[in-house]
Protein backbone atom coordinates (compact mmCIF):
# COMPACT_ATOMS: atom_id res chain seq x y z
CA UNK A 1 0.00 0.00 0.00
CA UNK A 2 1.03 3.64 -0.33
CA UNK A 3 -0.23 7.12 -0.21
CA UNK A 4 -1.16 9.18 -3.57
CA UNK A 5 1.88 11.35 -2.51
CA UNK A 6 4.15 9.30 -2.45
CA UNK A 7 3.37 7.54 -5.40
CA UNK A 8 2.91 10.97 -7.28
CA UNK A 9 6.61 11.65 -5.91
CA UNK A 10 8.45 8.62 -6.50
CA UNK A 11 6.16 6.78 -9.45
CA UNK A 12 4.63 3.58 -8.75
CA UNK A 13 6.68 0.26 -8.60
CA UNK A 14 5.20 -1.93 -11.75
CA UNK A 15 7.22 -5.48 -10.54
CA UNK A 16 8.61 -6.72 -7.68
CA UNK A 17 11.61 -5.73 -8.34
CA UNK A 18 10.89 -2.38 -8.36
CA UNK A 19 10.43 -2.78 -4.74
CA UNK A 20 14.11 -2.34 -3.98
CA UNK A 21 14.34 0.91 -5.31
CA UNK A 22 11.56 2.26 -2.71
CA UNK A 23 11.09 3.42 0.49
CA UNK A 24 9.29 -0.17 2.30
CA UNK A 25 8.96 -0.11 5.79
CA UNK A 26 10.04 -3.48 7.22
CA UNK A 27 8.52 -5.66 10.13
CA UNK A 28 10.86 -8.14 12.20
CA UNK A 29 9.49 -10.90 13.08
CA UNK A 30 8.41 -11.13 17.19
CA UNK A 31 9.44 -14.55 17.77
CA UNK A 32 12.40 -15.14 15.69
CA UNK A 33 14.02 -11.19 15.37
CA UNK A 34 13.51 -11.67 11.18
CA UNK A 35 13.09 -9.28 8.76
CA UNK A 36 9.55 -10.13 6.76
CA UNK A 37 10.08 -10.44 3.02
CA UNK A 38 7.20 -9.47 0.49
CA UNK A 39 5.76 -12.10 -0.72
CA UNK A 40 4.28 -11.32 -4.36
CA UNK A 41 2.70 -14.22 -7.20
CA UNK A 42 1.52 -14.02 -10.54
CA UNK A 43 0.67 -17.02 -12.57
CA UNK A 44 2.94 -19.87 -11.33
CA UNK A 45 5.32 -17.17 -10.41
CA UNK A 46 6.22 -16.08 -6.87
CA UNK A 47 8.74 -13.75 -5.40
CA UNK A 48 9.88 -12.97 -1.82
CA UNK A 49 11.11 -9.70 -1.77
CA UNK A 50 13.42 -9.20 0.85
CA UNK A 51 12.94 -5.97 2.08
CA UNK A 52 15.65 -3.61 3.82
CA UNK A 53 14.14 -0.15 4.02
CA UNK A 54 15.20 2.25 6.08
CA UNK A 55 12.47 1.72 8.65
CA UNK A 56 12.21 -1.66 11.13
CA UNK A 57 9.05 -1.96 13.08
CA UNK A 58 6.64 -4.55 14.92
CA UNK A 59 3.71 -1.62 15.06
CA UNK A 60 1.25 -2.20 12.24
CA UNK A 61 -0.47 0.90 13.55
CA UNK A 62 3.12 3.15 13.22
CA UNK A 63 4.00 1.81 10.00
CA UNK A 64 0.76 2.62 8.05
CA UNK A 65 0.60 6.41 9.66
CA UNK A 66 3.86 6.89 8.41
CA UNK A 67 2.68 5.41 4.84
CA UNK A 68 -0.60 7.89 5.29
CA UNK A 69 1.82 10.28 5.24
CA UNK A 70 3.47 10.01 2.13
CA UNK A 71 7.03 8.28 3.44
CA UNK A 72 7.22 4.62 1.86
CA UNK A 73 5.43 1.56 0.63
CA UNK A 74 4.06 -0.98 3.75
CA UNK A 75 2.96 -4.72 3.03
CA UNK A 76 -0.60 -5.12 4.98
CA UNK A 77 -3.49 -6.92 4.54
CA UNK A 78 -6.30 -5.39 3.01
CA UNK A 79 -9.18 -6.30 5.76
CA UNK A 80 -7.02 -3.81 8.30
CA UNK A 81 -6.82 -0.93 5.40
CA UNK A 82 -10.52 -1.07 3.93
CA UNK A 83 -11.76 2.71 5.07
CA UNK A 84 -8.15 4.02 4.03
CA UNK A 85 -8.71 2.58 0.45
CA UNK A 86 -11.99 3.50 0.30
CA UNK A 87 -11.62 7.43 1.36
CA UNK A 88 -8.32 7.48 -0.63
CA UNK A 89 -5.55 7.73 1.80
CA UNK A 90 -3.74 5.27 0.71
CA UNK A 91 -4.07 2.81 -3.02
CA UNK A 92 -2.81 -0.63 -3.64
CA UNK A 93 0.40 -1.39 -5.54
CA UNK A 94 1.38 -4.47 -7.39
CA UNK A 95 -2.04 -5.21 -7.07
CA UNK A 96 -1.71 -7.98 -10.14
CA UNK A 97 0.83 -9.57 -8.13
CA UNK A 98 -1.00 -9.88 -4.44
CA UNK A 99 -1.02 -13.44 -3.53
CA UNK A 100 -4.71 -14.75 -3.43
CA UNK A 101 -4.82 -16.79 -0.06
CA UNK A 102 -8.31 -17.10 1.22
CA UNK A 103 -9.53 -17.25 4.84
CA UNK A 104 -7.08 -16.36 7.92
CA UNK A 105 -4.99 -17.83 9.67
CA UNK A 106 -3.49 -18.42 13.50
CA UNK A 107 -0.23 -18.56 14.50
CA UNK A 108 0.88 -20.05 18.02
CA UNK A 109 3.60 -21.91 19.36
CA UNK A 110 3.88 -26.12 19.31
CA UNK A 111 3.68 -26.18 22.86
CA UNK A 112 0.83 -23.66 23.31
CA UNK A 113 -1.31 -26.51 21.50
CA UNK A 114 -2.03 -28.52 24.26
CA UNK A 115 -3.79 -25.38 26.23
CA UNK A 116 -7.28 -25.70 26.88
CA UNK A 117 -8.45 -22.32 25.99
CA UNK A 118 -6.49 -22.27 22.98
CA UNK A 119 -8.08 -25.28 21.84
CA UNK A 120 -11.63 -23.93 22.31
CA UNK A 121 -11.05 -20.87 21.14
CA UNK A 122 -8.98 -22.37 17.73
CA UNK A 123 -12.48 -25.06 17.30
CA UNK A 124 -14.62 -22.31 17.47
CA UNK A 125 -13.01 -19.60 14.92
CA UNK A 126 -13.38 -22.87 12.93
CA UNK A 127 -17.04 -23.28 13.41
CA UNK A 128 -17.56 -19.60 12.96
CA UNK A 129 -15.96 -19.88 9.70
CA UNK A 130 -17.21 -22.85 8.30
CA UNK A 131 -20.39 -21.17 8.88
CA UNK A 132 -19.22 -18.44 6.99
CA UNK A 133 -18.12 -20.88 4.51
CA UNK A 134 -14.67 -19.17 4.70
Not at 86 to 100: D, I, S
Request: with cysteine.
Amino acid sequence: MASPAYLEKHGTPETPEDLLRHECFTFRHPTSGSLFAWERERGKRSWRVPMRGSIVTNNGKLALAMVEKGLGLAYVIEAVVVESLRVGRLVPVLERYAPKVSGLFLYYPSRAQRSGPLRLFVEAAKELAARRGT
